[in-house]
């Protein structure tokens, strides 16, 4: 203790200190516990928390069970109603489909409804305008049968019968021609002149060509020739040779066959003749085109028939001629045309060119021709009862237009549509199946279009006559020379393989003249191998020495053969001229053979066009 401290406030002091010392430590003591009391009282409070949200989390897990099984119970609603959906769209289709087919029942309906409606109006029409075109029909066809002419003159049939039922007729159908021409038919029998004169009038300013024909058929059946053969020419001069209907086909037949008298088959001739453009003259020049491109049907036609060089076919002339093979070939199928018409034409028609033979027809074609006039229905007419028929297709097909119009269309005769001139004659020619035309009409076909046939046969003689050069020239080898298209000019081959031989020996001489030694080659190998085999081959070691010293003996052995190959050399170039030289003149001489064949040929061919002509001289 220090001693200038007093003794009693020293003590105070330290008792004071030591009371304070002791209020720390106590004060220690007891923070910790009112720590742990607090943290007691916190983990209860966290405890009875946990109890609390325990207690809410078991009443959220029931909540969410019944949450879920709402879900499930909202599925099996939701597929109940996906169920009930497609059950719904399916009826919703099958009310569609039933809809469709109902619009398209009715609307197929309303199709037959309106083609009923119309076909009952057109037919009560055609009945007011056309019924009495039935009665007229069979009036005409009574007239012109060869019976009733009998019991004419027999005094049968009282001819002023005849008269009252043709008036009645004009009077029923004014403006169909047949109307008046049966008063004409009628006013022959009567013998009165004057009015039959103005009945024909009548009807010839209603359907002139129709009414020509018939005049000329009825006249023929009553065994007047002279006046057929007037009203025939008249009825040629009426046609349109560009549209010509199918009744002229059987007219053609019926004249043909003389059913019609000598001098209506010479009026035919001559119209016929005037209607056909391929009877011009021609002009060589117009038709040079290198395959007679832009020619008439006629030519194409005669081109057709030509002969035809096969591929193997003078083999050995087409490879030595090179360039000029084409421009032969061509010339020489050109040049067989006149034979090759020649030969379809006798197997065509057998019987020979004028058909003298040929029996008179017993007026079959010329009933068969007045049966057609008279049941021809005119435009306004046949125009309605194409209408009708059509209206009939629809109502057959319930509505369905489509179906109609094909049946309609499948029911329409092939034979409806009119044929130029050319295209009848042509086919009359050459395509007797497309047409009924009897062996006569195919003849007298020929005969109109036999000066447009000669004159294409003898254009394509001509053309050929051009291409046919004097002279051509066979390569063989290299080796060129020229022969003679005339047989008459052609040489011996004997002459020209020895030409030929001789060149190639001499080339071939020249050729192993040609093979010596190479000495630059030799002296590169030489050094190549002395210098790999001195300062490369000591120095490298394992695959490279290997390499190098095979690159040593390759290049001493090549300059070997260099030195000792020349005399196999000069073998082999011998070898292939003897070689070259036979298969050379053995294609020369079959060449020179195929040459004089194929020019032979060519002028025979070209010769058939007198042949042609003396066949055909009865047509001209």
């Not at 237009?401 to 004659?425: F, G």
């Amino acid at each position: 203790m220090p001693a200038n401290r007093p003794w009693g406030v020293n003590n105070e002091q330290a008792r004071t200190a030591r009371g304070d010392d002791l209020g720390d430590v106590m004060e220690g003591w007891l923070e910790p516990d009112s720590a742990l009391h607090r943290l007691s009282e916190r983990i209860e409070g966290v405890e009875e928390s946990q109890e609390r949200h325990e207690g809410k989390l078991d009443g959220f897990g029931a909540g969410l069970h019944g949450v879920r099984a709402d879900v499930v119970k909202l599925g099996d609603e939701v597929t109940d109603v996906r169920q009930e959906i497609a059950g719904l769209k399916s009826v919703v289709t099958d009310t569609r489909q039933t809809l469709d087919t109902f619009i398209e029942q009715y609307g197929r309906d309303r199709e037959v409804a309106k083609a009923q409606a119309e076909l009952s109006r057109l037919t009560t029409e055609w009945h007011g305008n056309f019924a009495q075109r039935k009665q007229t029909r069979a009036l005409a066809r009574g007239l012109v049968h060869t019976l009733t002419a009998q019991a004419v003159y027999r005094n049968v049939v009282n001819t002023a019968t005849m008269r009252a039922c043709s008036e009645e007729r004009l009077l029923l159908e004014p403006k169909y021609w047949l109307a008046p021409a049966t008063m004409a038919v009628a006013a022959k029998f009567r013998d009165e002149e004057e009015q039959g004169e103005r009945a024909r009038a009548h009807a010839l300013i209603l359907d002139a060509a129709k009414a020509n024909l018939f005049f000329a058929l009825t006249y023929s059946r009553l065994g007047d020739e002279a006046e057929a053969a007037g009203w025939i020419d008249l009825y040629l001069q009426s046609l349109d040779p560009d549209e010509l209907g199918q009744d002229f086909l059987v007219v053609l037949d019926a004249i043909a066959s003389k059913e019609l008298g000598e001098e209506t088959l010479g009026y035919a001739q001559q119209a016929m003749a005037g209607w056909n453009p391929g009877n011009s003259g021609f002009s060589v020049g117009a038709y040079a085109t290198p395959n007679m491109r832009g020619g008439t049907h006629l030519e194409s036609r005669l081109l057709n028939l030509r002969s035809r060089i096969a591929e193997n076919q003078y083999a050995a002339l087409r490879e030595t001629c090179e360039d000029q093979w084409e421009v032969l070939q061509d010339g020489w199928e050109l040049a067989t045309v006149p034979d090759r018409t020649l030969a379809y034409l006798r197997r065509a028609f057998p019987d020979g060119v004028d058909g003298v033979d040929t029996p008179v027809g017993h007026g079959g074609h010329v009933e068969s021709a007045l049966e057609r006039l008279i049941d021809q229905l005119d435009p306004d007419e046949a125009d309605m009862r194409e209408k009708m028929r059509r209206l009939e297709r629809v109502i057959e097909h319930g509505g369905d237009l489509e179906a109609a119009d094909r049946a309609h269309e499948a029911s329409l005769k092939p034979d409806s549509a009119p044929v130029t001139l050319m295209t009848l004659l042509d086919e009359a020619v050459f395509e007797p199946d497309e047409l009924r035309l009897g062996q006569p009409a195919r003849r007298m076909a020929l005969r109109a279009i036999w000066p447009g046939l000669e004159n294409a046969a003898q254009r394509f003689v001509a053309v050929s006559q051009q291409r046919l050069p004097r002279h051509i020239t066979l390569s063989v080898a290299g080796w060129s020379c020229t022969v003679a298209t005339d047989p008459r000019l052609m040489v011996e081959p004997g002459p020209l393989v020895d030409e030929l031989t001789t060149h190639i020996e001499q080339k071939t001489q020249v050729q192993s003249d040609a093979v010596v030694r190479r000495w630059p080659r030799v002296v590169v190998a030489l050094v190549i191998g002395a210098f790999t085999g001195t300062l490369v081959v000591p120095f490298v070691d394992g695959v490279s020495r290997w390499i190098f010293s095979l690159l040593t003996i390759g290049m001493f052995t090549w300059m070997i053969w260099e030195i000792w190959s020349v005399p196999l050399r000069k073998k082999h170039v011998r070898d292939q001229g003897s070689r070259l030289r036979h298969e050379a003149v053995t294609t020369l001489v079959k060449a020179l053979r195929q040459c004089e064949d194929f020019f032979e040929d060519w002028h025979e061919a070209m010769g058939q066009m007198t042949s042609l002509t003396q066949w055909g001289v009865q047509y001209k």
